[in-house]
C-alpha cells in the first residue's frame, strides 16, 4: 500500500470531521465531484467554497437533504447500494465515499460502481483493526466502542466493519490503483509512511484511500 509523506498533521479548523479536510486535500480544483452519503453537505461545501468544484451529492437521509438544500448545495435523495447504476461511466472526476461504506449492505458492488462512475475515488472509513477494538473485544468479550463508532452493537448503522487491511485486500480483489492512502491517529495526526503496515492497521483510527481503475 502505498502512503504519501505525512510530515504534518490534518488538524480540525471548520468541521469536526478531520477526514473531509484530508479528502478536501485530494480532490483537484475545478473537478466534478460526486459526494455519496454526504451527511449534511459539509464536506460540498468546502470543496465549492475553497476548490470550486462542480459537486452534487447523494445522501439518504430527507433532514440531510434538506440541510444541504438550505445552503445551496445540488443534493437528491438516495441510496449508494441501489442508485449507483443509473449513473454513466466516467461521469465524474472524483466520487467520495466518506465513512460510509461500513453502512452499505453490499460494500463491494458500491465500490465497483465507484470505480465506474469515478476517474478517481475516495473512501474513507473508521478501522476496526484499531489495538482499542481488539483490547476491547479481548478483554471484555463484547463489541467495542470508541468515539468513532459511539453506537451500540444493536443501534449501529454499522453493518460491514472492516480493517484497513480488509479494505486493502478488496481493491487489490478488484484491481483498483491505490494512488494514495492516508491513516490517522485517535489524535488526527497522519502515521509516517515508513511506518510498516501492520503497525498502521494497528495504531490508525482511519483511513482514507485515493483509488483509481
Request: hydrophobic content about 40%.
Amino acid at each position: 500500500m502505498n502512503a504519501h509523506p505525512a510530515s504534518q498533521s490534518v488538524r480540525k479548523t471548520d468541521t469536526s470531521r478531520i477526514d473531509l479536510l484530508l479528502i478536501a486535500e485530494m480532490v483537484t480544483r475545478g473537478s466534478r465531484v460526486l459526494d455519496i452519503g454526504c451527511g449534511d453537505g459539509g464536506l460540498l461545501r468546502i470543496l465549492s467554497d475553497k476548490h470550486d468544484v462542480d459537486g452534487r451529492g447523494i445522501e439518504l437521509s430527507q433532514q440531510g437533504v434538506n440541510a444541504c438544500v438550505a445552503q445551496g448545495l445540488s443534493v437528491i435523495q438516495g441510496d449508494a447500494d441501489r442508485d449507483l447504476i443509473y449513473y454513466p461511466d466516467d461521469a465524474f472526476d472524483f466520487v467520495i465515499l466518506s465513512q460510509t461504506i461500513q453502512a452499505t449492505r453490499r460494500p463491494k458492488e458500491v465500490l465497483e460502481q465507484l470505480l465506474r462512475i469515478g476517474r478517481h475515488v475516495i473512501v474513507s472509513f473508521p478501522n476496526f483493526g484499531h489495538w482499542r477494538m481488539r483490547t476491547q473485544l479481548l478483554f471484555k468479550g463484547s463489541m467495542p466502542r470508541t468515539s468513532y463508532l459511539p453506537d451500540t452493537w444493536y443501534e449501529t448503522p454499522n453493518i460491514h466493519l472492516c480493517s484497513i487491511k480488509d479494505f486493502a485486500a478488496l481493491c487489490g480483489e478488484l484491481g483498483a490503483k491505490v494512488e494514495r492512502a492516508e491513516v490517522l491517529n485517535a489524535y488526527g495526526y497522519r502515521l509516517g509512511f515508513t511506518m510498516p503496515f501492520f503497525a498502521q492497521n494497528l495504531f490508525g483510527e482511519q483511513a482514507v484511500f485515493l483509488l483509481s481503475r
